[in-house]
């Protein structure tokens, strides 16, 4: 038997979807303003892979640390081909002031996917679930986080998805009914214990369309106040006579406007804010606040398509401006490897058809430089990212990200001696 109850929450500022992209005609103004103030328009269709919620398995036997240079690129440092494109359209600061509390970030972070209402279940819902969950996985493969990690942040992953269109949200939807929900599920056994899980993870709640905080409708109409909120709860659970929990988990609501790019959008600002101030007591802007947390989100509104999702813009301290990360290599598919014993030459063709091939060293140091090399997947229809992985700290090796799945490997494709 036990008990459990909700105890603590907070609140913190709201995202808004004033740049919300495309789709909208609402919008169409303000996607111009927020594409002003970049120099340099590149469209991107590479660099994620096909939504699976298995993706982030163990590395491959002998594999004993995964590393993706591209996103290793540390604070300030200028690699070639690593960017952080900056925004100065309406909305976003120019003197923010990072306010750090020291309290604790969020690292390597599970997210746990939760799209709550009968919509998600419906044969054709405004915005798919699939496609929430494709621009997410998107979102996480690329380079979106790279700017966050100054403020102590590595990366996010998904850990798990779940659909629960038994019933709906209340409406208006309150923060402590996201709360609540994870609360419910952790109680029924659907999620552990906070203290019996492997890592802190951050529960996202994707909400049906319209659903929301009590003035949504007006909201939409008038932004900036909607969207978005991340918090945490304590989890009270007593098993008499020995166990007592008290422990945090992490979550966040995103509002459904029936857009696809501003549901991404608030996703990203939501999930960059979370990392970096899970509790409220870590990343902020000044003034910081205590209940009305103060993030580098809430500072910054120009959205940029990245690697063909619509992300939001945050604050970087060493950049001084709203940023969004991104690179500007060369996506390379590889369509086929030159495999005696091992991996030593990949050929392939570029976007516009062109033809290359490039011994195994040379993928690896434009990989480093900030290339992009792809498999295309024939199952799944995505594009899945090489990487370079580590046998040991002197034997890189060339493998696109484990997921389980075969027919998107390197070693899947066919072979061919170089010309
Ligand atoms: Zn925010």
Same mark, same amino acid.
């Given at each position: /038997?036990?008990?459990?109850?909700?105890?603590?929450?907070?609140?913190?500022?709201?995202?808004?979807?004033?740049?919300?992209?495309?789709?909208?005609?609402?919008?169409?103004?303000?996607?111009?303003?927020?594409?002003?103030?970049?120099?340099?328009?590149?469209?991107?269709?590479?660099?994620?892979?096909?939504?699976?919620?298995?993706?982030?398995?163990?590395?491959?036997?002998?594999?004993?640390?995964?590393?993706?240079?591209?996103?290793?690129? %540390?604070?300030?440092?200028?690699?070639?081909?690593?960017?952080?494109?900056?925004?100065?359209?309406?909305?976003?600061?120019?003197?923010?002031?990072?306010?750090?509390? %020291?309290?604790?970030?969020?690292?390597? &972070?599970? *997210?746990?996917?939760?799209? !709550?209402?009968?919509?998600?279940?419906?044969?054709?819902?405004?915005?798919?679930?699939?496609?929430?969950?494709?621009? &997410?996985?998107?979102?996480?493969?690329?380079?979106?986080?790279?700017?966050?990690?100054?403020? %102590?942040?590595?990366?996010? +992953?998904?850990?798990?998805? /779940?659909?629960?269109?038994?019933?709906?949200?209340?409406?208006?939807?309150?923060?402590?009914?996201?709360?609540?929900?994870?609360?419910?599920?952790?109680? $029924?056994?659907?999620?552990?214990?906070?203290?019996?899980?492997?890592?802190?993870?951050?529960?996202?709640?994707?909400?049906?369309?319209?659903?929301?905080?009590?003035?949504?409708?007006?909201?939409?109409? *008038?932004?900036?106040?909607?969207?978005?909120?991340?918090?945490?709860?304590?989890?009270?659970?007593?098993?008499?006579?020995?166990?007592?929990?008290?422990?945090?988990? +992490?979550?966040? !609501?995103?509002?459904?406007?029936?857009?696809?790019?501003?549901?991404?959008?608030?996703?990203?600002?939501?999930?960059?804010?979370?990392?970096?101030?899970?509790?409220?007591?870590?990343?902020?802007?000044?003034?910081?606040?205590?209940?009305?947390?103060?993030?580098?989100?809430?500072?910054?509104?120009?959205?940029?398509? *990245?690697?063909?999702?619509?992300?939001?813009?945050?604050?970087?301290?060493?950049?001084?401006?709203?940023?969004?990360?991104?690179?500007?290599?060369?996506?390379?598919?590889?369509? !086929?490897? +030159?495999?005696?014993?091992?991996?030593?030459?990949?050929?392939?063709?570029?976007?516009?058809?062109? @033809?290359?091939? /490039?011994?195994?060293?040379?993928? /690896?140091?434009?990989?480093?430089?900030?290339?992009?090399?792809?498999?295309?997947?024939?199952?799944?229809?995505?594009?899945?990212?090489?990487?370079? +992985?580590?046998?040991?700290?002197?034997?890189?090796?060339?493998?696109?990200?484990? $997921?389980?799945?075969?027919?998107?490997?390197?070693?899947?494709? @066919?072979?061919?001696?170089?010309?």
């Amino acid at each position: /038997m036990s008990t459990r109850k909700v105890a603590k929450e907070r609140t913190s500022k709201r995202a808004s979807v004033l740049s919300g992209q495309a789709a909208s005609p609402k919008n169409a103004g303000l996607r111009q303003l927020s594409r002003k103030a970049v120099t340099k328009v590149k469209s991107k269709q590479v660099g994620a892979t096909a939504p699976s919620p298995t993706r982030f398995k163990a590395a491959p036997a002998g594999g004993i640390a995964a590393l993706d240079s591209r996103r290793a690129i %540390g604070v300030g440092e200028t690699i070639g081909g690593a960017l952080r494109r900056r925004f100065t359209g309406p909305g976003d600061s120019t003197n923010s002031v990072v306010d750090n509390g %020291g309290g604790q970030v969020l690292t390597d &972070v599970p *997210l746990r996917l939760i799209f !709550w209402g009968r919509e998600w279940g419906q044969a054709t819902p405004p915005v798919p679930s699939a496609d929430v969950i494709a621009d &997410v996985e998107k979102i996480l493969a690329g380079p979106y986080l790279d700017a966050a990690r100054q403020y %102590g942040i590595t990366n996010a +992953y998904v850990d798990s998805i /779940m659909t629960r269109d038994s019933d709906d949200p209340p409406n208006p939807f309150q923060n402590k009914d996201a709360g609540n929900l994870v609360a419910g599920l952790i109680d $029924d056994g659907t999620f552990p214990e906070p203290d019996d899980d492997y890592r802190a993870a951050l529960y996202v709640v994707f909400l049906p369309q319209n659903v929301g905080p009590p003035n949504a409708q007006q909201v939409l109409q *008038l932004p900036p106040d909607l969207g978005g909120l991340h918090s945490f709860s304590t989890y009270e659970d007593y098993d008499p006579p020995i166990d007592f929990d008290n422990d945090r988990f +992490y979550w966040a !609501w995103v509002f459904n406007d029936g857009n696809r790019a501003d549901i991404s959008s608030l996703f990203s600002h939501e999930l960059v804010e979370a990392l970096t101030d899970p509790s409220g007591d870590a990343i902020q802007i000044q003034p910081r606040n205590k209940t009305n947390w103060n993030e580098i989100g809430d500072v910054c509104r120009s959205t940029w398509v *990245l690697n063909g999702v619509t992300v939001q813009s945050y604050w970087s301290k060493i950049d001084n401006a709203c940023v969004v990360p991104d690179h500007i290599g060369n996506d390379f598919q590889v369509r !086929w490897i +030159y495999r005696p014993r091992r991996i030593e030459w990949l050929g392939g063709t570029m976007g516009d058809g062109t @033809p290359w091939q /490039m011994p195994r060293e040379q993928v /690896m140091n434009r990989i480093r430089a900030g290339d992009q090399f792809f498999v295309h997947a024939p199952q799944s229809g995505g594009n899945v990212l090489v990487g370079i +992985y580590y046998l040991d700290a002197t034997h890189p090796y060339l493998a696109t990200a484990p $997921d389980g799945e075969s027919d998107d490997n390197l070693l899947s494709l @066919p072979q061919r001696v170089p010309s």
